[in-house]
């Protein structure tokens, strides 16, 4: 339990760190962050923090890549509304992608 515990706090922290990059208009460190706390707890919404970064690091591909990773942990937790609302975040960023217009409808 303890370790779980620690493992969370990490993540918050770095969660912390990336919105002070945010703010600070430096999208790469806070990606940097945001990747670490993917890694810890990989979850829809880390995914989907982590692909606001390297979208607004010019990380187009990067950031394609880690919301089909959201889009696939919504799926698998069953959260279809969520899912969809992945899947439109993807249609934005690429508009051709067959995957993520079967599931956005």
Not at 22 to 42: G, V, W, Y
């Amino acid at each position: 339990m303890h370790a779980n515990h620690s493992s969370s706090s990490a993540v918050v922290a770095l969660r912390r760190r990336a919105a002070r990059y945010m703010k600070k208009r430096a999208p790469r460190k806070a990606a940097i962050a945001l990747r670490q706390a993917a890694a810890l707890e990989p979850s829809g919404p880390s995914f989907v923090r982590l692909s606001r970064a390297l979208a607004a690091s010019g990380k187009l591909q990067c950031a394609l890549h880690a919301l089909r990773q959201a889009l696939y942990c919504f799926r698998h937790d069953e959260l279809r509304g969520k899912a969809r609302t992945v899947a439109r975040l993807i249609l934005a960023l690429d508009p051709n992608d067959a995957a993520a217009l079967r599931r956005a409808a």
